[in-house]
């Protein structure tokens, strides 16, 4: 498979996490301006990342955090990650991030949430061909009542941005904390017509996914660890295959971490023989050195899949965006408009 081809077809993005998506571009840029030692820190941890564990990519993280404490860094951050992902031929991306707040630097969650909608808009306005959504992410360490703030921060912003708000999202590092805690928040989120995109079973932990799956998340993120043999169970499995809930495969990501032992035992070969819908996603493009277009890319090469099947996988992953049908059918256009002249 050329990864020539794989850049040239549109894609959709589901699972991008706005900090974890800073192209090494843009974290100089930013840390040129605050702390250059930033940078160094940066490109040191992101090589050691690369052959890292979990572990070590959470810690990328906190140092990233650093660089974007400010309002002006996350309008940057989303204007830049909105731009690399469309050169990369994403015609559809849910950018998904947890609204911080840092007093000493002026920002509020909520000028944290206006830097990223004003970002989408300016992308827009200058006629960028993606249609960018963004969900708000709950850290899995968050108690009730953050979680919630959240849950309502979602809800009064898919109003006022008229729809480019479409819901929550659970993260956070899957070690730590017990996500059934939140239950009650995302159950209250999932009435107030939000989607819901939760992290479940990145590392094995049976009981806690069998409690988050009784919520029938609208699609599972990872779900590295729902297969007996990765240390879930023929519960989970039957849940998600019962309920047809769509996951989202990061498989760089995934290797990284280490969640998933070698390329050739990733779990999308499990999911995709049982026909179940997945997304081919990036996770943390920046801290992963990756690109949706390389993401499809190895799919391929790994499971022999050929440019029909990668096609159509990304055809179908339209069906999972958080967006309304008209939408869905504007990208179904777009799509087929290209589709003779690419097969
Ligand atoms: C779980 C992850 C993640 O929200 O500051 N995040 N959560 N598993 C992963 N697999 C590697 N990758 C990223 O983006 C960074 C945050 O996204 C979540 C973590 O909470 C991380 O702090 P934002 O834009």
């Known amino acids: 498979m050329s990864l020539d081809f794989c850049k040239r ?20 840029k930013l840390a040129m301006k605050k702390n250059p030692e930033l940078y160094k820190d940066w490109r040191m941890s992101v090589d050691k990342g690369k052959v890292g564990t979990i572990d070590n990519v959470f810690q990328i993280f906190k140092l990233i955090h650093q660089i974007s404490d400010n309002t002006e860094a996350i ?16 015609k559809y991306l849910e950018l998904r991030s947890t609204p911080r ?25 200058e006629k960028l061909d993606i249609v960018v959504k963004l969900l708000l992410a709950i850290d899995r360490r968050n108690d009730l009542s953050i979680a919630k703030e959240t849950v309502d921060l979602a809800e009064r912003y898919s109003k006022l941005s008229g729809g480019t708000v479409v819901g929550v999202d659970l993260s956070g590092d899957p070690s730590v904390g017990d996500a059934r805690t939140l239950v009650p928040v995302l159950r209250d989120a999932k009435c107030r017509g939000l989607k819901l ?27 590295t660890c729902l297969h007996p043999d990765a240390g879930g169970s023929q519960g989970l499995v039957d849940t998600v295959l019962q309920h047809r809930i769509p996951l989202e495969l990061c498989l760089t990501s995934n290797m990284t971490c280490e969640t998933v032992s ?39 090469e790994t499971f022999g899949l ?12 339209i069906d999972l965006i958080f967006a309304e049908e008209a939408v869905k059918q504007d990208l179904r256009s777009k799509w087929n408009s290209v589709k003779s002249y690419e097969l």
Not at 11 to 27: D, P, Q, R, Y
Not at 75 to 88: G, P, R
Not at 202 to 216: G, H, R, S, Y
């Open 101 to 125: 707040d840092a007093p000493s630097m002026g920002m509020t969650k909520i000028s944290y949430i206006e830097a990223i909608l004003k970002a989408i808009e300016d992308c827009h306005k």
């Open 197 to 223: 995109a939760l992290h479940l079973a990145e590392v094995p932990a049976v009981d806690e996914t069998e409690e988050m799956l009784k919520i029938i998340p609208d699609r599972i993120g990872h779900g």
């Open 75 to 90: 309008y940057t951050i989303a204007y830049d990650v909105i731009h690399e992902f469309s050169a990369d031929n994403v």
């Open 262 to 300: 070698h390329v050739d035992n990733h779990h999308f070969k499990y999911w995709y023989d049982q026909g179940l819908p997945c997304a081919i996603c990036t996770d943390d493009k920046g801290v992963f050195s990756t690109s949706l277009s390389e993401e499809y890319c190895l799919v391929a």
């Open 9 to 28: 077809i549109p894609k959709v993005e589901l699972h991008a996490h706005l900090n974890g998506s800073i192209s090494e571009e843009t974290i100089k």
């Open 306 to 317: 050929t440019r029909n099947d990668i096609w159509t996988l990304s055809y179908n992953s």
